[in-house]
């Protein structure tokens, strides 16, 4: 039983790694490598702030938040101005550069000896240590964080994103301030990542940079890519599938060390099979092209 | 009155003026036309007046407000729409939805807004759906609204475009090609908004090389050949020149 409610804690922080991802790339046509740098993000900043200052979980949580949508404008106000690819280029520079500050900056972070003991999120009195307990705590904070991303996606906001996909001269035309826009779509994402970063280290005690590199932001892009984006039922769907095909393979009985290769190997499959047969995904709205 | 004036305005493209120092002025409730063969820049006076592409000399002034340097959606918000010979719609959102976003002038879309007061944002996006459906009605779009628009006819696309800028409510219309592509129903459809614009007291300017619309609907017409304006005057006057005929029309 632990290990089905352990499965269903990943499922609640990938998806809201996915959800918030989906924002940029489904609804605003943004293309981001840098998503695991924010999740890594909030994981540093919250776990800092309360083994080193004895921040709360609440508070830590809030200024993780308000840590990646500041760090976000770093790469949002001067890319967005360019086109496309340009932001795709500054959003992997990002990527690196937060890694190999997790990685490098020993005396904060303990590069790759990673931090552990990391305390129990303890809200309202009531510290959260069983797996059962856990379950509940991430699902209930997955699930407000997933309202509010709907909410969003369902909004004027969320249309306006969607018509800045489609054709930003347009849009502009229609007096609508694209740079600003993308510039706050980016920050909410960012913002969003953090959380599940939090959740992520409160739930494991322990982190290190190699949860949160290059090849993290590629596999959240990858759960959009199959399971679709543009709406909730795409990166929700591609969740489920990406966390629990793995386990599945574990089943299968494979040894470790080639379950882990064909792993990958899988991954990369879907994604071509999908990109060709299923450009929206498997129930996404947004067509890549 | 004159709202919308361009001043000694040229645009050089690697070497080619192709605008080349032209003063042009257009009357409230008025439909001016802007005529000339392919490649004479009357697109790129549109795009100038937008704010997408700056002038290298000369002023461009919206009721006395300079124009040159805002952004294009600044100019957008100032009351300038922009209809688009390529049509420009969103393609792949609902045809309703390319309208809803149109209105943005008088709507709150801000992210809190919808978060914190989502049964506000309920209610709003009601009326402005409503709205919507009046003005898709309007030119017979209403049967289609929940299609994306990316399924409409290229005629139906061009309705759908109009409306859209009716929907964001503009003071000066910039119309390039409004017919061009459609049969001839719609066609009538087309110049009745034209007209009924004009009345209602808009700046409506149109790039359009049928000249029997010309007639129709312009009350003043501009000739621009080589990024110069070479004849203007009454529709009649100005397709009477015999210049005008025989470099454009070929008599």
Request: hydrophobic share 50%; glycine share 10%.
């Amino acid at each position: 039983m632990n290990y089905v409610f352990h499965i269903m804690v990943m499922i609640n922080i990938y998806a809201l790694l996915a959800l918030s991802l989906n924002l940029l790339v489904g609804y605003t046509g943004l293309l981001s490598l840098s998503h695991a740098a924010f999740y890594g993000i909030g994981a540093y900043v919250s776990t800092l702030l309360m083994m080193k200052l004895g921040f709360g979980f609440i508070p830590s949580l809030l200024a993780a938040i308000v840590a990646s949508v500041l760090l976000s404008f770093v790469i949002s106000i001067p890319s967005l101005r360019l086109k496309g690819d340009y932001f795709v280029l500054a959003s992997l520079g990002f990527q690196v550069i937060v890694f190999s500050v997790l990685y490098n900056w020993v005396d904060v972070t303990r590069g790759p000896y990673g931090i552990p003991g990391i305390p129990q999120p303890e809200v309202l009195g009531v510290t959260v240590s069983s797996i059962f307990t856990y379950f509940v705590f991430i699902g209930v904070i997955a699930l407000l964080c997933g309202g509010m991303l709907y909410l969003i996606g369902n909004s004027p906001f969320g249309r306006i994103l969607k018509s800045i996909r489609e054709d930003e001269i347009a849009a502009a035309a229609l007096g609508k301030n694209i740079t600003g826009l993308k510039v706050k779509a980016f920050a909410i994402a960012a913002g969003f990542a953090a959380v599940p970063g939090v959740l992520f280290a409160g739930y494991m005690q322990y982190i290190d940079p190699t949860s949160f590199t290059l090849m993290e932001s590629v596999f959240i892009l990858s759960i959009i890519i199959i399971g679709g984006t543009g709406n909730i039922t795409g990166p929700l769907t591609g969740t489920v599938l990406m966390i629990l095909l793995p386990e599945g393979l574990r089943f299968l009985g494979m040894p470790d060390a080639i379950a882990a290769n064909m792993r990958q190997v899988i991954y990369g499959l879907l994604i071509i099979v999908i990109m060709r047969y299923l450009p929206q995904g498997i129930s996404g709205e947004y067509r890549f092209e | 009155m004159t709202t919308l004036e361009l001043n000694n305005v040229t645009k050089i493209f690697g070497g080619v003026r192709a605008v080349d120092r032209i003063s042009l002025g257009f009357e409230q409730g008025k439909v001016t036309a802007l005529i000339g063969p392919n490649g004479a820049g009357k697109t790129t006076v549109f795009n100038l007046i937008n704010g997408f592409i700056r002038p290298d000399e000369g002023a461009i002034t919206f009721k006395g407000k300079n124009l040159v340097g805002l952004k294009p959606w600044e100019i957008a918000q100032l009351g300038i729409g922009r209809l688009f010979q390529d049509v420009r719609l969103f393609q792949r959102l609902k045809v309703v939805d390319n309208v809803m976003a149109a209105f943005n002038r008088y709507n709150r879309e801000g992210v809190l807004f919808s978060l914190i007061m989502p049964w506000k944002v309920a209610v709003q996006e009601r009326k402005l759906r409503e709205r919507a459906l009046a003005l898709l009605e309007f030119v017979g779009l209403a049967g289609d609204a929940e299609k994306l628009a990316d399924n409409l006819s290229y005629g139906q696309q061009k309705l759908l475009a109009i409306v859209r800028l009716l929907a964001n409510d503009s003071n000066v219309l910039l119309l390039d090609e409004p017919t061009a592509g459609v049969n001839p129903l719609m066609l009538k459809s087309i110049l009745e908004v034209i007209r009924k614009l004009g009345r209602e007291g808009k700046t409506v300017v149109v790039i359009e090389h049928n000249l029997n619309v010309i007639i129709e609907v312009a009350d003043w017409v501009y000739f621009m050949s080589n990024g110069q304006i070479t004849s203007f005057g009454l529709p009649q006057d100005v397709l009477g020149d015999p210049e005008v005929r025989r470099t454009y029309i070929g008599i």
